[in-house]
């Protein structure tokens, strides 16, 4: 009887061993949400991008195939002839081809006006499905970055039909079925999101049969998991505070991103104060942004002059940025007229009272704004802070509910070209920003122009022209050109990170044994 219990725990023992899954614990702030992929926030777009593929993907190199192999543009840039892949299946073995490309492509223009931010969804003039794998795609005027947001994590993935509701996703979805490398497949509200490996990818082949995302909120108690073994992966800018990663640095593995995006300000022109010029250009003189860059982000951030890198095509800018310089900034608000009365300075007998809305959970937000706002008492201005809730933040960025707010740019594939064509609709803070403005009308035109020309040149001399209307506007104010931080236990290899930056490549992560 000893004998054969013996060998029942012995054969249980191997049993579990050749069972074994290899999991990645993976630590977030929250739940990934329901993982539409024609829908937006509470939709974690590192989650869409695990479970959802496009047509096309973007990398350095620019627009690669993902699911459309190939394709053709005509002559006169208005008709995209895409050729889809004969081996993609969806995640429920369900075939992937034209006829489910253009049941996305219904549901989304069923929704059209809720992505009427990206430009591309509202010159799409038909699409048709021309045999099983060759999907025909028309748009009413030639638009250059039609291929780079078809790239974009948002809205054009696919998702089964068969996982629809009422043949559309605007109303939600059944579930999440996808052609990419991981499926969701639990969710426990603040608890944690499971992910299992697709194994009937056509590419990938992922290390890591498990990723488990899990929910926790504060930076400090993520710190503590990496170093419990709890976690093994902490990626992404404002996940834990520079203070820790500065810290993890000298017992963990850590990775700091290329430049991404640009962390800025966004001034509102149509609300008062920061509707006179005056004020927008003294505020863009407050920040010391070599100091912020060295004690607040500890050397990880690179200090930004414009709204886009100056490296991204025709961005780069004849001008000169506003420079740190207190006096100068006080100076400015004297000449016109804002004269200070204590320690307020006050115009037409208004005050110089300002509202700073920040995410109350980010803390680098936090830090900027307390800097701004002790800065700003010397030019005689005094600055509310005001910490919101992410969803909220977001309402009073599209609602103008503000003087100053955070307001990054997205990174590639939508810098500079799709984020300044979303300045047109009220979506985003831009549009708020800029909407007091006596020449907004000419910055959409232009806009409108850089979107219909393909000739680089003009192209490119466009994009100047608006950057530099811009800056001289004082509209924005640039703070850092944005990196991502990941710290990992050495339990895990083949980490990177990537220029788009929603893009984690879980697919190459993969564990090594025995090292924790």
């Known amino acids: 009887m000893r004998c054969f219990l013996r060998f029942t725990l012995i054969f249980i023992s191997v049993f579990s061993l050749s069972v074994a899954k290899d999991t990645l614990n993976f630590a977030v702030s929250k739940n990934v949400g329901p993982l539409n992929p024609h829908l937006y926030s509470p939709n974690e777009m590192f989650a869409q991008n695990m479970v959802y593929e496009g047509l096309v993907d973007y990398s350095e190199s620019g627009v690669i195939p993902k699911l459309a192999l190939s394709w053709e543009i005509s002559k006169d840039g208005t008709s995209y002839i895409f050729h889809l892949r004969k081996d993609a299946v969806f995640s429920n073995g369900e075939?992937?081809?034209?006829?489910?490309?253009?049941?996305?492509?219904?549901?989304?223009?069923?929704?059209?006006?809720?992505?009427?931010?990206?430009?591309?969804?509202?010159?799409?003039?038909?699409?048709?499905?021309?045999?099983?794998?060759?999907?025909?795609?028309?748009?009413?005027?030639?638009?250059?970055?039609?291929?780079?947001?078809?790239?974009?994590?948002?809205?054009?993935?696919?998702?089964?039909?068969?996982?629809?509701?009422?043949?559309?996703?605007?109303?939600?979805?059944k579930e999440a079925i996808?052609?990419?490398?991981?499926?969701?497949?639990?969710?426990?509200?603040?608890?944690?999101?499971?992910?299992?490996?697709?194994?009937?990818?056509?590419?990938?082949?992922?290390?890591?049969?498990?990723?488990?995302?899990?929910?926790?909120?504060?930076?400090?108690?993520?710190?503590?998991?990496?170093?419990?073994?709890?976690?093994?992966?902490?990626?992404?800018?404002?996940?834990?505070?520079?203070?820790?990663?500065?810290?993890?640095?000298?017992?963990?593995?850590?990775?700091?991103?290329?430049?991404?995006?640009?962390?800025?300000?966004?001034?509102?022109?149509?609300?008062?104060?920061?509707s006179d010029l005056s004020v927008r250009k003294a505020l863009n003189m407050i920040l010391d942004k070599d100091m912020i860059n060295e004690k607040l982000f500890y050397k990880t951030q690179k200090k930004a002059d414009f709204l886009f890198n100056p490296n991204l095509e025709g961005a780069n800018l004849y001008v000169k940025p506003y420079e740190f310089n207190i006096n100068k900034a006080n100076e400015i608000l004297e000449n016109d007229?804002?004269?200070?009365?204590?320690?307020?300075?006050?115009?037409?007998?208004?005050?110089?009272?300002?509202?700073?809305?920040?995410?109350g959970s980010d803390t680098a937000q936090k830090g900027i704004a307390e800097i701004l706002q002790a800065n700003a008492k010397k030019i005689g201005a005094n600055v509310e802070l005001i910490a919101q809730e992410s969803t909220i933040f977001y309402k009073r960025q599209k609602n103008g509910t503000f003087n100053l707010i955070f307001n990054n740019t997205w990174g590639a594939p939508y810098d500079p070209v799709a984020f300044l064509?979303?300045?047109?609709?009220?979506?985003?803070?831009d549009f708020m920003a800029q909407s007091g403005l006596e020449n907004k009308?000419?910055?959409?035109?232009?806009?409108?122009?850089?979107?219909?020309?393909?000739?680089?040149?003009?192209?490119?001399?466009?994009?100047?022209?608006?950057?530099?209307?811009?800056?001289?506007?004082?509209?924005?104010?640039?703070?850092?050109?944005?990196?991502?931080?990941?710290?990992?236990?050495?339990?895990?290899?083949?980490?990177?990170?990537?220029?788009?930056?929603?893009?984690?490549?879980?697919?190459?992560?993969?564990?090594?044994?025995?090292?924790?």
């Open 95 to 173: 075939k992937f081809n034209a006829s489910a490309v253009k049941s996305n492509f219904d549901a989304i223009m069923d929704n059209k006006k809720r992505h009427s931010w990206l430009e591309l969804t509202n010159i799409i003039k038909s699409y048709e499905v021309k045999d099983e794998y060759t999907f025909v795609l028309n748009i009413d005027h030639p638009y250059e970055p039609t291929l780079r947001e078809l790239a974009l994590v948002r809205p054009f993935r696919f998702i089964a039909p068969t996982a629809m509701i009422n043949g559309g996703t605007k109303d939600g979805i």
């Open 178 to 274: 996808g052609t990419g490398a991981y499926i969701l497949k639990e969710s426990k509200l603040g608890v944690y999101d499971k992910f299992v490996a697709n194994k009937k990818h056509y590419e990938f082949n992922p290390k890591y049969d498990e990723i488990l995302a899990k929910v926790i909120p504060d930076p400090n108690t993520k710190v503590i998991a990496l170093k419990t073994g709890e976690v093994d992966l902490i990626y992404g800018n404002g996940q834990i505070t520079l203070d820790s990663f500065n810290e993890l640095k000298k017992d963990y593995p850590t990775i700091i991103s290329k430049p991404m995006l640009t962390t800025t300000l966004a001034l509102n022109s149509s609300k008062f104060p920061t």
């Open 421 to 429: 064509a979303s300045m047109r609709a009220p979506s985003h803070a």
């Open 337 to 359: 007229g804002w004269i200070l009365k204590g320690d307020i300075r006050y115009k037409d007998n208004k005050p110089l009272n300002l509202e700073l809305v920040y995410i």
């Open 441 to 516: 009308a000419l910055i959409d035109k232009k806009i409108t122009e850089i979107l219909s020309t393909l000739d680089v040149d003009k192209r490119n001399s466009l994009i100047k022209e608006v950057l530099t209307i811009l800056h001289n506007e004082a509209i924005y104010i640039p703070i850092t050109y944005m990196t991502d931080q990941v710290v990992y236990r050495k339990n895990v290899d083949g980490i990177s990170s990537d220029i788009v930056k929603y893009n984690i490549k879980f697919w190459e992560f993969y564990p090594v044994k025995n090292k924790r």
